[in-house]
Nanobody, 120 residues
Framework: QVQLVESGGGLADPGGSLRLSCAVS????????IGWYRQRPGQERERITY????????FYLPDVKGRFAISRDKEKNMLYLQMNALKPEDTGVYYC?????????????WGQGTQVTVSS
């Protein structure tokens, strides 16, 4: 059973930085994208960034572009999100996500989330 576990969340000052990690239990085949979602309090979960399974394409929401950076370590089955210049609007629960397909069978995996709070 594939499991994703996020860590690295916490409290940060505006303008500060945090680095989130997502540990994936095993190598996953047929990956389309690996990314991060943010769910602000009282809001819908939104995709903020991803990297393609091939590593040849990266997406960022405009409000995080230039501040956040996604990266991966395939050998360690790890996904990271470096968050700089944090804003109060970044407060929320962050989830890592893997989407893909094996043959015609599509899949999506989610972690439990890690809380990020940006406040002075």
């Amino acid at each position: 059973q594939v499991q994703l576990v996020e860590s690295g969340g916490g409290l940060a000052d505006p303008g500060g930085s945090l680095r989130l990690s997502c540990a994936v239990s095993e190598t996953i085949r047929g990956v389309y994208i690996i990314g991060w979602y943010r769910q602000r309090p009282g809001q819908e979960r939104e995709r903020i960034t991803y990297i393609s399974g091939r590593g040849d394409d990266t997406f960022y929401l405009p409000d995080v572009k230039g501040r956040f950076a996604i990266s991966r370590d395939k050998e360690k089955n790890m996904l990271y999100l470096q968050m700089n210049a944090l804003k109060p609007e970044d407060t929320g629960v962050y989830y890592c996500n893997v989407e893909g397909a094996y043959g015609s069978q599509e899949y999506a995996y989610w972690g439990q989330g890690t809380q990020v709070t940006v406040s002075s």
